[in-house]
């Protein structure tokens, strides 16, 4: 998922598209957590998702560069992060994510490709931009909803919340409440060429560890069968 190359301007988004700046304080009451930084190294943000290919995302990114320009202030991700996430598991003890690489694995082996496009443009709340996702979506759904069950069968508890399929591209600042209104409006005629999955992701970040950029990186990535 991660790749070196891409247009970074600005920190990078997290998996959830949670209303908070990454530098804010997320704990900030010393006394119910003494040693954050402890607890932080004694656990992983973890998600699981697809990521598309560099042709997709060029195409994407070609008729984005309008925007970054036009609007500097947005915080916009970086393209070697965009992808699609299947189930968000959250803050994790460490020690539970290898025993989900077995299953993963399997899962991924077992799975044909997943024919999807990156179509149009929309927003959550008027702060977070997104692009949508074509295709086949009912597949996308029911790989998901493996993926989750492999979640659940590795006894991690997480918020099974229903699948919005997006790619998020950008967040507007708390002041700004027009940019990413504009800039999904600009996005309504997008349509990406159609493109096959190719590897399933399990993916960690460091968001709430510091005030930069956001960062992911993969955990491990299986490639999908009958490729």
Sequence with gaps: MTQARGQGTGPAGDERDRDQDPGEDRNPDPDRNPDPDRDRAATVRVFIALAPPDEAKDELEAVLRPAYDAYPRMRWNRIEDWHIT???LGELPVGTVPPLRPPLADLAASHGPVELALRGGGHFDER??????????????????????????????FEDRPLRPHLTLARARRDDRSSVVDVAAGLAGFTGRPWRTERLHLVASDFGRGPGPIRYRDIEAWTFGGR
């Design 86 to 88: 299947l189930a968000f």
């Design 128 to 157: 977070v931009l997104w692009s949508g996702i074509d295709g086949d979506v009912d597949g996308l759904h029911r790989l998901a909803t493996d993926v989750r069950r492999v979640v659940k069968e590795c006894g991690i508890p």
